[in-house]
């Protein structure tokens, strides 16, 4: 074997070995090259999500901190929305049947939604998972500083709050690690798996 076709061996396998090494510190799914996947967080990028105290929907109080120690996932709806919150607690659903181990939290961002109200949302949709709310704006809030996901007053009187429809992927440390379209069966796929491998 000549020298060249030695040192063409020689970068080869020291590729190899790097590629190795990088997939092994990325605990999150892989996006494929040239699509638009989800966005995922490492190191750095990630943060942590600010101390909070709401209600669930039987009246209990749950903090932050009780959620420690377990990944999760978090998504933003209101209990009258007339337009995408419905859809997202189907995905809501569907990732649980796919990972039925997974914790979910479903945040309302409208003030107005008791417990109660949480409790009857729940009910509709066969949810199973945690339901948390605040007073006027304390979740919206959250929502705009803690999860950096936009959220406003809507001028139609039909559809008044404004909100994203991702679904976040949060870490066992609270700390957001990713952002997922629940519109899209590959994002779906992509929580599913980074949800188990943290």
């Not at 809030?141 to 803690?146: E, M």
């Amino acid at each position: 074997m000549n020298r060249a076709a030695v040192m063409a061996a020689v970068v080869l396998v020291a590729g190899g070995a790097a590629l190795v090494a990088v997939r092994r510190s990325r605990p999150l799914a892989e996006v494929p090259p040239g699509s638009s996947g989800p966005r995922l967080l490492e190191g750095a990028e990630a943060w942590t999500v600010p101390d909070f105290t709401l209600k669930d929907d039987a009246g209990r109080s749950v903090r932050r901190a009780d959620l420690a120690g377990k990944p999760w996932v978090a998504a933003f709806i209101y209990a009258s929305c007339p337009g995408q919150c419905p859809m997202m607690t189907a995905k809501m659903k569907a990732l649980r049947a796919r990972l039925p181990e997974a914790f979910l939290v479903s945040f309302s961002v409208d003030g107005a939604d008791t417990p109660e109200k949480l409790a009857a949302y729940k009910k509709t949709y066969g949810a199973d998972w945690l339901f948390l709310t605040g007073g006027s704006g304390v979740v919206a809030a959250l929502c705009k500083d803690g999860f950096k996901l936009a959220v406003a007053d809507g001028l139609d009187p039909k559809d008044p709050i404004i909100h994203s429809d991702k679904l976040v992927l949060v870490d066992r440390d609270s700390r957001v690690r990713g952002f997922f379209d629940p519109s899209d069966a590959s994002h779906l796929v992509a929580l599913a798996a980074s949800l188990k491998s943290l």
